[in-house]
């Protein structure tokens, strides 16, 4: 059976967890390392997800004729 696939949120929401509890430093070293790797792992799923949504919004914002750099947090042409 196929694992259910998480949301960008439940994602986001477990990475803030294992941030937290790194960031209270009372995790034994192997059980740091260990939640460190996990943390990065869902922190480049977060990224990957955010930047294809951001591709789908540049696509979308084209085909609408109204795309400028300042939609997406640039400088105008």
Request: a negative charge; one cysteine or more.
């Amino acid at each position: 059976m196929k694992k259910e696939e998480r949301t960008f949120e439940e994602l986001l929401e477990e990475l803030e967890d294992k941030t937290k509890n790194l960031e209270q430093g009372a995790l034994p070293l192997e059980e740091a390392i260990s939640t460190y790797e996990q943390a990065m792992v869902l922190l480049l799923d977060c990224r990957g997800r955010l930047d294809g949504a951001e591709k789908q919004l540049v696509l979308l914002k084209e085909k609408s004729g109204r795309f400028t750099t300042e939609n997406m947090g640039g400088e105008e042409d």
